[in-house]
């Protein structure tokens, strides 16, 4: 499965991004999906994932209420809908896929082995 993230940009505080990840080469609708993220100096964290059938949703703490993550498996495609923006959240956005089939959402693992390329969020104060 390879994964392209795209959708980043320049926002300021308070205004909205949408991200995309678009999949290829695998069977995209049975996996559960990632969004996580990486600030500068900072390890790499979860942001939010949803299962197969974008039935089951999980955030991390701190974007409840204002991220937002979706998947359309007719077009081998998760979005992160981002609104409220804060510093904060300035990041690398890289989305990821599980190698298992219809598993669980998981907010407390990393260790998956499809992963797009990042996108840069940046968003001034």
């Known amino acids: 499965v390879q994964l392209q993230a795209s959708g980043g940009g320049v926002v300021q505080a308070g205004g909205s991004l949408s991200l995309s990840c678009a999949a290829s080469?695998?069977?995209?609708?049975?996996?559960?999906m990632y969004w996580f993220r990486q600030a500068p100096g900072k390890e790499r964290e979860f942001v939010a994932g949803?299962?197969?059938?974008?039935?089951?949703?999980r955030y991390r703490d701190s974007v409840k209420g204002r991220f937002t993550i979706s998947r359309d498996n007719a077009k081998n495609t998760i979005y992160l809908q981002m609104n409220g923006l804060k510093s904060e959240d300035t990041a690398v956005y890289s989305c990821a896929a599980d190698r298992r089939p219809y598993s669980v959402v998981y907010s407390d693992k990393s260790d998956f082995p499809f992963w797009g390329q990042g996108t840069l969020v940046t968003v001034s104060s």
């Open positions: 080469g695998g069977t995209f609708s049975v996996y559960a």
């Open positions: 949803i299962n197969w059938k974008g039935a089951i949703t």
